[in-house]
């Protein structure tokens, strides 16, 4: 074994660690990506080591200089990282200490890797939340970008995946507006419990040097400090709560999916993927798949997992750090790329959708859309809702035995079932007519839905 490679742990161990367990052990294959976060947090340290005297500023400049170095050298892909040093932060600090000598050792005085760990990890979950929900405004942009320009356009909305009333394609999109605003607000919420700073817990019990988590937290922007030393190094609530709040987002997605790669079908036509977020079929030369939107779908299942895996990982552990915490690692990071991924491939897709508005306006004609509309106008001449309900029932009936709709039907057709209907029927009977009606805040009508999305701007603006 190289110098660099010995256990900074090893003088209370006579035998060499088994070569399997080596590399069963090691997490430095994945956490390496947590390099910048362990730096930073380690000058951080050594700043602070300094200010309270158990470092001269000398050797806080020798140690500062050569983690800085490092991160160079890890930035240029000239650092070889080593599986026998187990992690990133011994092999940081094993290169640390053959750079500038024996000072190097001196940067672990007042902490464990314990409480090292949960900072870099509440260090990078932070940054990556910032990047996330930038992702997601520009995702909300481009939704309002496209709910703008069809503001009016005409689609039939849906229960049951049936045909209920009509709505416009600008309402609809507004509505998955809400979903992902939802899903940022719980970020930054998540992000508020996530910036407070372990570093000062040590293994579990704190530290006997005299040490300012206060300033050190300053320094690394968080908002506090943990209070408790033992659920300090032990917490992972902060990476729970971001899972569970990628599990929704990643639902969210998931069924506008699903609405996509309906749309997008022969039978619904309503919409056009971008060819550049399609691909064909190796037998049929016809098709064009919407493999962006299955996928991302299909990536639901592994964020529903990570949570599983994180919630199970800690259900069963005594206080305080058990080594079962590695494992918290890539089921977050494979998280945090999955939803940046998914959010960054959905933004560009968004502004490459064609919306087929003849097809969406004669599918939102069939299946009887404005018939709640008649059974409203009913009441408003009078009659309960209860016998409205049955007139507009009974018409139904005859315009299917008759493979008529609603508005097709003639005035004496109609007055059959109800006297009380007149020729402003047909005003409300018109798909225009049945959307311009739900013209209150909420509803979907063109002027609403402006108003909304002149809203949601200002929301996304403060």
């Known amino acids: 074994m190289s110098e660099q490679d010995k256990k900074l742990w090893g003088g209370r161990f006579t035998a060499a660690t088994n070569e399997f367990v080596e590399t069963f052990t090691a997490s430095v294959d994945f956490d390496q990506r947590l390099y910048r976060h362990d730096i930073n947090g380690s000058v951080a340290h050594a700043t602070m080591l300094a200010r309270v005297g158990v470092l001269t500023e000398a050797e806080c400049k020798t140690i ?15 650092f070889a990282w080593s599986v026998a040093l187990e992690d990133v ?5 094993a290169r640390l200490t053959e750079r500038v000598g ?6 672990h005085t007042g902490r464990s890797r314990n409480d090292q760990v949960a900072t870099d990890i509440r260090l990078y979950l932070r940054n990556e939340i910032d990047v996330l929900c930038e992702g997601l405004l520009a995702m909300q942009q481009a939704l309002l970008t496209l709910a703008e320009r069809e503001a009016g356009t005409i689609m039939p909305g849906f229960t049951h995946l049936q045909t209920a009333q009509p709505v416009t394609f600008g309402h609809h999109m507004m509505a998955w507006f809400e979903m992902i605003e939802r899903d940022r607000q ?54 729970i709560e971001f899972n569970a709040a990628a599990a929704i987002l990643m639902m969210h997605l998931s069924r506008f999916s699903e609405e996509l790669v309906l749309w997008s079908s022969a039978q619904f036509n309503f919409i056009e993927l971008g060819d550049s977020f399609c691909t064909g079929s190796s037998i049929m030369p016809q098709k064009k798949n919407p493999d962006v939107p299955e996928l991302v779908r299909g990536k639901s299942g592994r964020v529903y997992g990570n949570l599983t895996a994180l919630l199970t990982l800690m259900k069963s552990q005594p206080l305080a750090y058990n080594k079962d915490n590695q494992e918290d690692k890539e089921p977050l990071f494979d998280t945090v790329d999955t939803l940046l991924a998914s959010v960054h491939v959905y933004t560009e897709m968004l502004a490459d959708i064609q919306i087929n508005k003849e ?9 009887f859309s404005t018939a709640t509309d008649l059974a409203d106008y009913l009441v408003r001449k009078g009659l309960a809702f209860r016998d409205a309900h049955e007139v507009v029932g009974l018409s139904v009936r005859f315009c ?58 200002d929301r996304l603006n403060t």
């Not at 170095?69 to 240029?76: N, S």
Request: aromatic share 6%; hydrophobic share 40%; glycine share 8%.
């Open 102 to 107: 024996d000072v190097g050792k001196k940067l």
């Open 89 to 93: 932060h011994m092999n940081i600090e």
């Open 359 to 367: 097809v969406m306006y004669a599918a939102a004609g069939r299946g």
């Open 400 to 457: 299917i035995d008759n493979n008529k709709d609603l508005p097709a039907c003639s005035l004496a057709e109609l007055q059959q079932f109800s006297k009380v209907i007149e020729e402003d029927v047909y005003e409300v009977l018109t798909l225009e007519g049945s959307v311009s009606a739900r013209n209150h805040p909420g509803g979907t009508a063109p002027e609403q839905v402006r108003a909304a999305i002149s809203r949601a701007r």
């Open 186 to 239: 719980r970020f930054i919420d998540a992000r508020k419990r996530t910036n407070i700073m372990p570093l000062g817990a040590a293994a579990l019990a704190g530290t006997s040097y005299p040490i300012d988590r206060a300033y050190t937290a300053e320094l690394l922007g968080f908002d506090g400090i943990a209070e408790n030393s033992l659920d300090a190094v032990s917490d992972r609530d902060f990476a």
């Open 64 to 78: 500062t200089n050569g983690l800085n170095d490092i991160l160079a050298d890890i930035e240029r892909g000239d």
